[in-house]
């Protein structure tokens, strides 16, 4: 089939390379416009515009799938199929009736569980098990299309968001591409999505990943690791903001108040609503990532201290 590949992440990448490295015919990307980045905001092109450049395969870049120029030169490229991995834009109806089997997007979820933007973390988050990737066909309804088909992934005791995602990547890839095979030979139909399990999974917030350390540890644990790499989890200390990576329970301690800090030799733990975690990585504002037991010394805790 004729394919105009749409996404803009890095998570998105692996879907491209394989759908290239199909014998689909990938005739063009569409992706975000350029962005500003690092600190000298600088326009730099998306993971999936670099690659598309890379594979040698023509780049669109809209401000918004609704503009007219762009739909027409999307017809122009007359698409079989558009498949859809993390494009970060609302489609249109005008756009969505263009390709002859519509738009397949690869959501990293077990439909209908998790619709919406953040799915890998809200199941993290949740303390599921298990999560997987589905393949659909976008509908103007949100992640509620039909689907193809889904793939199963275990969830690991420490995974975080980012060590997650990256496995449902590179899994979700081959499912992309045995999904469009399927449509290709008439093999695969899809089906409805189930109307009892549904769930949602909004985008988090920087204000969503401030650590509440009057939650359970359980809980804390899952918060970090949710929000780990973005946005990243924080807490305060004297004021400061301080980023705070994966932490691990520590149950042979004994009982701290929430947020209270004590640091050890080779340890910095803080105080949860059920027993202690021992902290991992943190990093406050302006310095790279450290140990915590490094950070304690550098800023040289007194007795008492505390993360609000």
């Not at 004729?2 to 199909?22: I, K, N, Q, W, Y």
């Not at 690092?38 to 598309?52: H, I, N, Q, T, W």
Request: include cysteine.
């Amino acid at each position: 089939m004729r394919l105009v590949f749409a996404g803009t992440p890095e998570v998105a990448v692996p879907s491209l390379d394989a759908l290239a490295g199909s014998h689909h015919e990938v005739v063009a990307v569409v992706t975000r416009p350029d962005a500003p980045a690092g600190r000298g905001r600088r326009l730099v092109a998306s993971p999936v515009a670099l690659r598309a450049e890379e594979l040698g395969i023509p780049v669109l870049k809209p401000e918004h799938p609704r503009d007219p120029e762009f739909q027409d030169a999307l017809r122009n490229l007359r698409p079989d199929c558009c498949p859809v991995v993390a494009y970060g834009a609302l489609l249109p109806q005008s756009a969505l009736d263009i390709p002859v089997h519509g738009w397949v997007n690869l959501h990293f979820s077990a439909l209908p569980a998790w619709r919406g933007a953040a799915p890998v973390q809200h199941s993290l988050w949740a303390g599921d098990e298990v999560t997987g990737a589905t393949t659909f066909r976008i509908v103007k309804e949100l992640d509620a299309g039909p689907t193809f088909g889904v793939m199963t992934e275990r969830i690991r005791p420490d995974d975080t968001a980012g060590e997650l995602l990256a496995r449902l990547a590179e899994g979700g890839a081959g499912l992309l591409v045995a999904t469009l095979d399927g449509i290709e030979d008439g093999s695969l139909v899809a089906r409805p999505q189930q109307e009892e399990g549904v769930s949602f999974a909004p985008k988090i917030t920087v204000e969503d990943a401030r650590v509440d350390w009057s939650e359970p540890a359980v809980a804390v644990d899952r918060r970090i690791r949710a929000c780990t790499p973005g946005p990243g989890a924080w807490s305060t200390h004297d004021g400061e903001r301080i980023k705070i990576g994966p932490v691990a329970t520590a149950p042979e301690r004994e009982p701290l108040a929430p947020g209270a800090l004590e640091v050890t030799k080779n340890a910095v733990y803080v105080g949860t609503a059920t027993v202690p975690v021992r902290l991992g990585e943190v990093k406050a504002h302006g310095r790279k990532l450290m140990g915590a037991a490094d950070w304690a010394r550098g800023v040289r805790l007194e007795p008492g201290a505390r993360f609000a």
